[in-house]
């Protein structure tokens, strides 16, 4: 999940680099440009942190920010941006092979059993659920 992270950073800094040009001819533009990249960054850092924690509900934003991310990165092939459309198709594919691998899977299911048993004051069924 450091990449990720670095995601997060990179669209963090986007944000602070869209207030650094702004103009008097695009303001609203340029501040609602730095604030979504802003939220967005720190939201998918959130993320990354609690997927680092084992939080599984934090997997689908992940999810989503790559499964957006792929689209971005095509639309910036060809010409001088086909490295920034790399870049970002092999970060996303990287990120989506991680949180999909196996071993992942299992780690995130089985702290979700942990969570759920000490909520329940470890009273759990075979499959894991709490009873009632």
Known sequence: MVLVGLEALALVAV???ELGVL?????TMGITTAVFFGIYGVGLGVCAARLVRLRSWARAPVVLAQLIQLP?????RGGATTWGAVTLAVAALI?????FHPASIRALDAAD???????SGGQTDQAGQTPG
């Open 15 to 17: 944000g602070v680099s």
């Open 23 to 27: 103009s008097g001819d695009r303001l």
């Open 72 to 76: 971005v990165a095509w639309s910036f």
């Open 95 to 99: 990120v989506l092979a991680g949180v």
């Open 113 to 119: 059993r942990t969570d759920r048993s000490d909520r």
